[in-house]
């Protein structure tokens, strides 16, 4: 297993994880849109380079394991820098092994040498929060909280055709009929 940055060449195995990702989420109501993530990847490699970090997890085989989005900003109140959590996700097959615990040390490292004050990380996604509270709280960081939230809105829409045509790019699987009952297709 490498832990890596993430290259422009993993663009369509990272927007079927992000897809992926989609079905597992607390907040799975949220509209499914292939093309911001394929904005915010562009964004990324082409103006956020430095304040943002994608790391990925590439399991032998070349398929990519997981993966952790991370920025470092000012602190609203300081010019000292915080390391912020954007997103993180490990794939099914790989959780429980040591691939999230790799992903967070070098989340770690990249903000240290960003010159970060402190790392946050959350949970969002509902999924696994006793075993991830866990190997945070082994890898040194501390409970400050929990994350809260109110839906403002019915549960979102996915794009079928676009959906569907990422997935068979990347060569994934069918994922099943879960997505598809959740998710309305747009009109």
């Given amino acids: 297993m490498e832990i890596r940055r993430a290259r422009i060449s993993d663009r369509e195995a990272l927007i079927e994880m992000a897809l992926e990702n989609q079905r597992d989420l607390a907040y799975g109501h949220i509209t499914v849109a292939?093309?911001?993530?394929e904005q915010t990847l562009r964004?990324?490699?082409?103006?956020n380079a430095g304040s943002h970090v994608l790391l990925v997890a590439e399991a032998q085989n070349g398929q990519l394991a997981g993966g952790l989005l991370a920025c470092v900003q000012r602190y609203y109140f300081s010019d000292e820098l915080q390391a912020q959590l954007i997103q993180w996700y490990v794939r099914r097959p790989f959780r429980g092994t040591s691939v999230a615990p790799r992903l967070v040390k070098?989340?770690?490292a990249w903000a240290r040498t960003r010159g970060a004050s402190e790392?946050?990380?959350?949970?969002?996604?509902?999924?696994?929060?006793?075993?991830?509270?866990?190997?945070l709280t082994r890898l040194g960081f501390g409970h400050l909280g929990g994350n809260y939230g109110v839906k403002l809105r019915p549960r979102g829409r996915c794009d079928h055709a676009l959906f569907s045509r990422h997935q068979r790019a990347a060569g994934a699987p069918d994922l099943g009929p879960g997505l598809r009952a959740r998710h309305r297709p747009v009109p």
């Avoid at 509902?126 to 190997?135: A, F, K």
């Fill in 119 to 135: 790392v946050f990380m959350g949970i969002t996604s509902g999924q696994e929060m006793t075993l991830t509270h866990r190997m």
């Fill in 34 to 37: 292939p093309h911001r993530v």
């Fill in 43 to 47: 964004d990324l490699f082409e103006h």
């Fill in 106 to 108: 070098a989340y770690v």
